[in-house]
């Protein structure tokens, strides 16, 4: 796939991927980044970037930042070479982004996001809380070595610190006194030693050595002789101060040494988390989503999009091969569109193999092929070459050579650059040697008779790019089952050349390649007219859909909550009969004990007191009872009611064939026995005064569902702030708002406006089932 990669511009997605990468580790796995064949490697590598994503909508990148590469750094610990402070302090930054990680993928399961690739790399990770607290008590964030190392650098520092005050105070004494002889009264530092400015006429009587001079020759740097031997004391503290210094890094570094196994692995993992994170930001960058993958050399690409194309101006387009027919030929003028398809075709297979989301509706399907080939050029120019038809031809010869059954082949403008009919036959020839080996194949070209061969096959499709003759541009909308046109006639006439001239050029062409042409107009009016039909259909058939999980949702959530309620009725009114029963019990117990005693001092009062107590538990539990199924007054139709199980108000519709009542509660009708009704009062209706009262009635039009996807930013808002008008005028409770992944602009503009909006009671990012994190539950007021 060597050549299908640099062709289709692999490489700039993995320079992408590349600069969105933490830290050196992931940059390396990305340099190896590349198809896979391998059905389960192709699996994990796609689960790893969806799941990243999921991990950076919910709760953000994952804390990377200040690792670096320690893998040099752990081989020298591993021979006991001295490590240097920064080494150390890479390995304590490594340590920290470790304990990080562990907190971050905690927060993970708080919120309940799933992500089982994730943990088990942070589960592999291996804290080394003590070596990261060893480094950080002895080196600070700038590399420096702490005073708190060790007790005896500390007593040096201070010993220099007080030598230096004493160098100081000699030489301002000396600079007092002698200021006539220097150039300035500073003191400074050459060779390790403390030195005065002394000017040159006076070096000879100044009395000390002579340690520098300046560039002009004008000041000599000199080492008055009172001060020689409290800098020959400093310079010895220096020593004793490095060799200190060199004793606690040998000891960092043993400490190193022990871990270095651990320390490898998790520089291994970090490398594998940040490789994984990258791709994750680049699917949020290109709002990409996880195709499904096959073995059978099936494509079915949904509003996909060539990544490498501005997103704002890309046009996205539905590809299907491979499965009713296994050749789309794509026909028509040069206008750019047809080698962007193949170039996107070709491109998002190579992403998918590779394990990285691509630009496309979530519900597209992608295959995983043996080879990808790609004969792509610049064939937009007017002349050419048999130069360029050669190198063509030698591509294509190459190609031939190694395509097997589970191959994808581009081919752009087949057969080109020689004679129409010669480049013609043999572009069909070309075709039918692939067809027959089982191969995947789309090619463009500008040739007539591939129009006809794709009629004439079965299991080949003609394809072409929309052009708009009123702007005389192509839409780039790609048109499967219509073949190309020429437009030189319609474009000719638009740009004013005579009616006359195009006559006499209509004439010349033949009466079959007319007729053709007529049939070819006719089919792409026709196809766009069923493209229109089969959009809306689409668009409908979306809102029926998340209609009905809508209403499957709420029913099974009413059924749960219907059964939870009846169960808990159920152990409340068993544990009434138990304390009745017990009741009962224990004054049958009193009255035989009595009776047995023949306590004939028992007062009657006392007795009766008994047994109205038992009356009483009695008559309280058929009152619980009757309290939790009962009518005050003959139920009908329009009524409001109590549903008793849900402790829910609701209006009575109807009265079903098996005796339920339908009843309407909220958005939901709901069928609910008798005896779980409570009437509560007769509906009052509005009457309409006459008097210019407006009455709202409910847009039983509008949908639950609004969806925003591929909208710009500023369009979006205001479609749903009338989606909200409309909404509320129609009484529902509950609504979605689809603004999918992407950049995350969209979700943010979405949440801030309904944060502002005063009828909003709540919302959240969607469920198993409502579109996760890229859609957003609405509960209305």
Same mark, same amino acid.
């Given at each position: 796939m060597k050549q299908a990669i640099q062709i289709l511009e692999f490489?700039?997605?993995? *320079?992408?991927?590349?600069?969105?990468?933490?830290?050196?580790?992931?940059?390396? =796995?990305?340099? /190896?980044?590349?198809?896979? !064949?391998?059905?389960?490697?192709?699996? /994990?590598?796609?689960?790893?970037?969806d799941e990243a994503l999921k991990i950076i909508l919910a709760l953000g990148e994952a804390p990377l930042g200040g690792v670096t590469d320690i893998t040099e750094a752990i081989k020298r610990a591993k021979i006991s070479a001295m490590l240097s402070a920064q080494e150390l302090l890479g390995i304590s930054r490594l340590l920290y982004a470790v304990s990080q990680l562990k907190t971050f993928s905690e927060r993970l399961n708080e919120i309940k996001v799933d992500a089982p690739i994730f943990s088990s790399q942070v589960n592999s990770l291996v804290s080394l809380n003590s070596l990261q607290t060893a480094i950080n008590d002895c080196i600070d964030e700038t590399g420096y070595i702490l005073d708190s190392a060790s007790s005896e650098l500390r007593s040096i520092r201070r010993s220099i610190q007080s030598t230096e005050a004493r160098i100081k105070e000699k030489l301002n004494h000396v600079v007092?006194?002698? =200021?006539?002889?220097? @150039?300035?009264?500073?003191?400074?530092?050459?060779?390790?030693?403390?030195?005065?400015?002394?000017?040159?006429?006076?070096?000879? @009587?100044?009395?000390?050595?002579?340690?520098?001079?300046?560039?002009? #020759?004008?000041?000599?740097?000199?080492?008055?002789?009172?001060?020689?031997?409290?800098?020959?004391?400093? *310079?010895?503290y220096h020593v004793e101060e490095r060799r200190e210094i060199e004793r606690i890094l040998r000891a960092l570094t043993e400490e190193v040494k022990k871990f270095v196994d651990a320390l490898a692995v998790n520089v291994e993992v970090l490398g594998e988390i940040d490789f994984m994170f990258a791709k994750g930001k680049y699917a949020r960058l290109i709002n990409g989503t996880r195709p499904k993958m096959n073995t059978k050399g099936i494509i079915r690409l949904v509003a996909a999009r060539h990544p490498l194309i501005d997103q704002k101006v890309v046009v996205p387009n539905d590809i299907e091969l491979g499965d009713e027919y296994t050749t789309i030929v794509i026909t028509g003028p040069n206008t750019g569109g047809k080698t962007v398809t193949l170039k996107t075709v070709g491109l998002l297979t190579l992403m998918a193999q590779a394990g990285l989301l691509i630009p496309a509706h979530e519900t597209s399907?992608?295959? !995983?092929?043996?080879?990808?080939?790609?004969?792509?050029?610049?064939? *937009?120019?007017?002349?050419?070459?048999?130069? @360029?038809?050669?190198?063509? &031809?030698?591509?294509?010869?190459?190609? &031939?050579?190694?395509?097997?059954?589970?191959?994808?082949?581009? $081919? %752009?403008?087949? #057969?080109?650059?020689t004679d129409p009919k010669e480049g013609a036959s043999l572009a069909i020839s070309i075709l039918d040697y692939v067809k027959v080996r089982g191969a995947r194949t789309i090619a463009t070209s500008h040739y007539p008779e591939l129009k006809a061969y794709a009629y004439e096959n079965d299991d080949v499709i003609n394809a072409s790019v929309e052009f708009n003759i009123e702007t005389l541009s192509p839409t780039y909308r790609l048109l499967v089952g219509v073949p190309g046109r020429s437009n030189a006639f319609e474009i000719s006439k638009r740009l004013g050349l005579k009616e006359a001239i195009l006559t006499t050029a209509r004439a010349y062409v033949e009466t079959e390649r007319t007729e053709m042409t007529d049939l070819i107009t006719k089919l792409e009016d026709r196809g766009l007219e069923l493209d229109h039909e089969i959009q809306l259909l689409q668009k409908q058939n979306q809102e029926v859909e998340a209609m009905r999980l809508d209403y499957e949702r709420k029913i099974a959530k009413f059924e749960a909550e219907r059964e939870r309620v009846l169960e808990d009725i159920k152990k409340e009114a068993f544990e009434n009969i138990r304390q009745a029963k017990e009741e009962a019990e224990q004054i049958v117990a009193d009255l035989r004990q009595a009776k047995k005693m023949a306590d004939l001092s028992i007062k009657d009062h006392e007795l009766t007191e008994k047994l109205t107590s038992l009356k009483k538990s009695e008559a309280k539990q058929a009152e619980q009872f009757k309290r939790k199924a009962r009518n005050k007054a003959p139920l009908k139709a329009g009524d409001e009611v109590m549903v008793l199980s849900l402790n829910r108000q609701g209006e009575l519709i109807e009265k079903t064939k098996n005796g339920d009542w339908m009843v309407q509660l909220g958005m939901m009708k709901v069928n609910i026995k008798e005896e779980d009704l409570e009437y509560l009062r007769q509906s009052v209706k509005k009457k309409d005064s006459g008097k210019g009262k407006m009455i709202h009635k409910r847009n039983t039009n509008v949908g639950i569902q609004l969806d925003l996807r591929g909208e710009r930013y500023e369009d979006a808002m205001l479609r749903l %702030?009338?989606? &909200? %008008?409309?909404?509320?005028?129609?009484? /529902?409770?509950?609504?979605?708002?689809?603004?999918?992944?992407?950049? #995350?602009?969209?979700?943010?503009?979405?949440?801030?406006?309904?944060?502002?909006?005063?009828?909003?009671?709540?919302?959240? $990012?969607? #469920?198993?089932?409502?579109?996760?994190?890229?859609?957003t539950v609405v509960e209305l007021k």
């Open positions: 490489n700039k997605i993995k *320079q992408t991927v590349d600069s969105l990468c933490a830290c050196s580790l992931g940059q390396k =796995r990305v340099e /190896y980044l590349s198809p896979s !064949i391998d059905e389960k490697q192709v699996e /994990y590598s796609l689960n790893q970037s007092s006194e002698r =200021r006539n002889k220097l @150039t300035n009264g500073i003191v400074t530092i050459r060779n390790e030693r403390y030195v005065v400015p002394v000017r040159a006429e006076a070096k000879n @009587t100044f009395g000390g050595t002579v340690h520098d001079q300046s560039s002009s #020759g004008n000041t000599y740097f000199i080492e008055p002789k009172e001060v020689v031997d409290l800098n020959n004391k400093l *310079q010895e399907q992608l295959a !995983i092929f043996d080879h990808v080939f790609a004969d792509i050029g610049d064939e *937009q120019s007017i002349e050419q070459s048999l130069s @360029t038809f050669s190198s063509h &031809m030698t591509n294509i010869v190459r190609i &031939m050579e190694r395509l097997t059954v589970n191959s994808l082949i581009l $081919f %752009d403008e087949l #057969g080109a650059g %702030d009338k989606y &909200m %008008d409309e909404v509320l005028l129609a009484g /529902y409770q509950t609504v979605t708002i689809i603004h999918g992944h992407g950049t #995350g602009a969209l979700r943010q503009g979405v949440h801030k406006y309904l944060k502002k909006n005063k009828h909003v009671a709540s919302f959240r $990012f969607g #469920g198993a089932g409502e579109g996760g994190t890229g859609a």
